[in-house]
């Protein structure tokens, strides 16, 4: 006879609340799962709309058609000697017009509209002292507008960085309510199990062990709850239609490639949980059963 | 072994017994006897320190039951073997399991040619697998001695062992204890059973402590 298996069987099963642990775990799981892709996506998000958009801006001149050229031409020389910027080329007629078409159709005379003119910049390092160069385009070229898109990407990437501390608060408030649940099926187990811990006392069981036992039963139990519920999340989130990049914040929500690893570490951050919460709450209950 | 000094109980209701001192030695035979109600549980509780004593110093293998931490009390039960009055188990383990439980709860090895030889010892080889609810309760007492010398104890206490039993079981566990008492093992019984009594002194030297009026004393040579 070895004393593995019996060690596992001192506890006797526990009944409806170990279902309870089982059910929460797998829910708890399943939400975990798009908590956590939701808070990759977003950050991803948040990146990579920072990086697209701080690396360019525009130059939008608007003056008189006699004075344009000339415009053009000054706010070129200036954007040439300011440091911080790697690149400006005018935007050719035909790209403004795509750049139009969606609004004002594709049969448009450009020649006959008064359009501002665009340059398109690209800058590099921390970009240029935009204050400054400002001050001097306003000097150079009073036509000139110094566009870096800052105006409206700021809310976007703070909004996305803001879903991923809601994203990220989620996760730690399920695995909140998961060590509550699991507190409370071991401190039930536990005291329907008065009699047990006082048999297992009587014969020189120590808190160790008794706690482990009870323990274990419950932690396996949120370990195949959470497995099964992260499946189910992955699945999901697998069987989620594709927009296609019509809708691309919609696209980005789920895991790619290597990402995919991350979810498979609920399981076993739920084992760790419910094994500490529960060691915890059965350590505080044996210390009150004499 | 164990020790009482000075030791009075009282659950309330005034005291059971004042003032005890005794000491088990090692290898000593000890029968406590008295009327129903007398204390013998609680006397017998103290010994194992399930119960603190309301006044008084225990000492459990040398050390002060008072400063002893839970660990400290399983580590001395691990060479404690207690037949407890009420003989509760674990319903959902099969005798044999119970009875192996003091090693299982306590990491030791389990010979299972030593413990078919126990179970063949208090006659229950047939129940082996039977679970404690259907057991009747010579059996449960047969079953509780069983588990309290699976480990070999330094002492040994049995309140009211044989209640249940006819005078031919009584006899051969009592003979069992006497046994393990001629192999080292300190033995205390808790009986109001005087044929057993008798039966035993004609086996071996035993001392029999009787608790009435609220003290204990050693009983006469009328036994
Ligand atoms: N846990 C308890 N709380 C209060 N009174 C108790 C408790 N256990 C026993 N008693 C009382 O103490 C007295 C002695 O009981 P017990 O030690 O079981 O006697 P015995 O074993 O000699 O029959 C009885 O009157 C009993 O009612
Ligand atoms: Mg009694």
């Given at each position: 006879?070895?004393?593995?298996?019996?060690?596992?069987?001192?506890?006797?099963?526990?009944?409806?609340?170990?279902?309870?642990?089982?059910?929460?775990?797998?829910?708890?799981?399943?939400?975990?799962?798009?908590?956590?892709?939701?808070?990759?996506?977003?950050?991803?998000?948040?990146?990579?709309?920072?990086?697209?958009?701080?690396?360019?801006?525009?130059?939008?001149?608007?003056?008189?058609?006699?004075?344009?050229?000339?415009?053009?031409?000054?706010?070129?020389?200036?954007?040439?000697?300011?440091?911080?910027?790697?690149?400006?080329?005018?935007?050719?007629?035909?790209?403004?017009?795509?750049?139009?078409?969606?609004?004002?159709?594709?049969?448009?005379?450009?020649?006959?509209?008064?359009?501002?003119?665009?340059?398109?910049?690209?800058?590099?390092?921390?970009?240029?002292?935009?204050?400054?160069?400002?001050?001097?385009?306003?000097?150079?070229?009073?036509?000139?507008?110094?566009?870096?898109?800052?105006?409206?990407?700021?809310?976007?990437?703070?909004?996305?960085?803001?879903?991923?501390?809601?994203?990220?608060?989620?996760?730690?408030?399920?695995?909140?309510?998961?060590?509550?649940?699991?507190?409370?099926?071991?401190?039930?187990?536990?005291?329907?199990?008065?009699?047990?811990?006082?048999?297992?006392?009587?014969?020189?069981?120590?808190?160790?062990?008794?706690?482990?036992?009870?323990?274990?039963?419950?932690?396996?139990?949120?370990?195949?709850?959470?497995?099964?519920?992260?499946?189910?999340?992955?699945?999901?989130?697998?069987?989620?239609?594709?927009?296609?990049?019509?809708?691309?914040?919609?696209?980005?929500?789920?895991?790619?490639?290597?990402?995919?690893?991350?979810?498979?570490?609920?399981?076993?951050?739920?084992?760790?949980?419910?094994?500490?919460?529960?060691?915890?709450?059965?350590?505080?209950?044996?210390?009150?059963?004499? | 072994?164990?020790?009482?000094?000075?030791?009075?109980?009282?659950?309330?209701?005034?005291?059971?017994?004042?003032?005890?001192?005794?000491?088990?030695?090692?290898?000593?035979?000890?029968?406590?006897t008295g009327p129903s109600g007398a204390g013998k549980s609680t006397f017998m509780k103290i010994c194992y320190g399930e119960l603190k004593p309301s006044t008084g110093t225990v000492t459990l293998l040398k050390r002060d039951l008072a400063s002893m931490t839970r660990d400290d009390l399983a580590q001395a039960r691990e060479r404690i073997g207690v037949v407890h009055q009420d003989c509760s188990f674990l319903d959902h383990l099969t005798l044999e399991q119970n009875v192996?439980?003091?090693?299982?709860?306590?990491?030791?090895?389990?010979?299972?040619?030593?413990?078919?030889?126990?179970?063949?010892?208090?006659?229950?080889?047939?129940?082996?697998?039977?679970?404690?609810?259907?057991?009747?309760?010579?059996?449960?007492q047969r079953a509780a001695l069983a588990r309290a010398i699976v480990a070999g104890p330094s002492v040994l206490l049995a309140d009211e062992p044989t209640g249940n039993l006819d005078w031919e079981m009584s006899q051969r566990l009592l003979m069992l204890m006497i046994e393990l008492n001629r192999m080292g093992t300190a033995v205390l019984i808790a009986t109001h059973d005087l044929n057993l009594i008798r039966f035993a002194k004609a086996q071996v030297q035993a001392r029999?402590?009787?608790?009435?009026?609220?003290?204990?004393?050693?009983?006469?040579?009328?036994?």
């Amino acid at each position: 006879m070895s004393t593995g298996p019996i060690a596992d069987l001192v506890v006797p099963k526990a009944g409806q609340n170990v279902w309870l642990v089982s059910l929460s775990a797998a829910a708890m799981a399943f939400l975990a799962v798009f908590a956590l892709a939701l808070s990759m996506s977003s950050a991803r998000l948040a990146d990579s709309w920072a990086q697209a958009l701080s690396e360019t801006a525009t130059v939008r001149i608007a003056a008189q058609p006699d004075e344009i050229e000339a415009q053009t031409a000054q706010v070129l020389e200036v954007l040439r000697t300011t440091p911080g910027i790697a690149a400006a080329t005018v935007m050719a007629q035909s790209d403004q017009a795509a750049l139009l078409e969606p609004w004002l159709g594709p049969d448009l005379p450009l020649d006959m509209l008064p359009l501002p003119r665009l340059i398109e910049v690209t800058e590099f390092g921390g970009g240029p002292d935009r204050q400054g160069l400002r001050l001097r385009l306003a000097a150079e070229a009073p036509g000139a507008v110094y566009d870096d898109h800052t105006r409206w990407r700021r809310p976007l990437v703070q909004a996305a960085s803001r879903l991923q501390s809601f994203a990220l608060l989620s996760l730690v408030l399920i695995g909140g309510v998961m060590s509550a649940i699991v507190t409370l099926a071991a401190s039930v187990a536990l005291s329907a199990n008065r009699q047990v811990i006082r048999v297992l006392r009587l014969v020189g069981a120590r808190d160790r062990f008794i706690a482990r036992a009870f323990v274990r039963r419950i932690s396996r139990r949120a370990l195949a709850g959470a497995a099964g519920g992260t499946a189910l999340g992955m699945a999901a989130l697998l069987a989620l239609p594709d927009p296609g990049s019509a809708v691309p914040v919609l696209a980005g929500i789920g895991f790619h490639g290597l990402s995919w690893l991350w979810p498979l570490s609920i399981p076993a951050l739920t084992f760790v949980l419910a094994w500490a919460s529960s060691m915890a709450t059965a350590f505080h209950v044996l210390r009150g059963v004499t | 072994m164990i020790s009482l000094e000075g030791v009075s109980h009282d659950y309330g209701g005034g005291a059971l017994f004042r003032d005890v001192t005794v000491q088990l030695e090692p290898g000593s035979f000890y029968f406590l006897t008295g009327p129903s109600g007398a204390g013998k549980s609680t006397f017998m509780k103290i010994c194992y320190g399930e119960l603190k004593p309301s006044t008084g110093t225990v000492t459990l293998l040398k050390r002060d039951l008072a400063s002893m931490t839970r660990d400290d009390l399983a580590q001395a039960r691990e060479r404690i073997g207690v037949v407890h009055q009420d003989c509760s188990f674990l319903d959902h383990l099969t005798l044999e399991q119970n009875v192996a439980l003091p090693l299982t709860a306590t990491g030791r090895p389990i010979s299972d040619s030593d413990l078919e030889d126990l179970m063949g010892w208090v006659g229950l080889t047939d129940r082996a697998d039977a679970k404690p609810p259907t057991l009747s309760g010579g059996e449960r007492q047969r079953a509780a001695l069983a588990r309290a010398i699976v480990a070999g104890p330094s002492v040994l206490l049995a309140d009211e062992p044989t209640g249940n039993l006819d005078w031919e079981m009584s006899q051969r566990l009592l003979m069992l204890m006497i046994e393990l008492n001629r192999m080292g093992t300190a033995v205390l019984i808790a009986t109001h059973d005087l044929n057993l009594i008798r039966f035993a002194k004609a086996q071996v030297q035993a001392r029999v402590i009787r608790i009435a009026g609220r003290t204990l004393q050693l009983a006469g040579a009328e036994l």
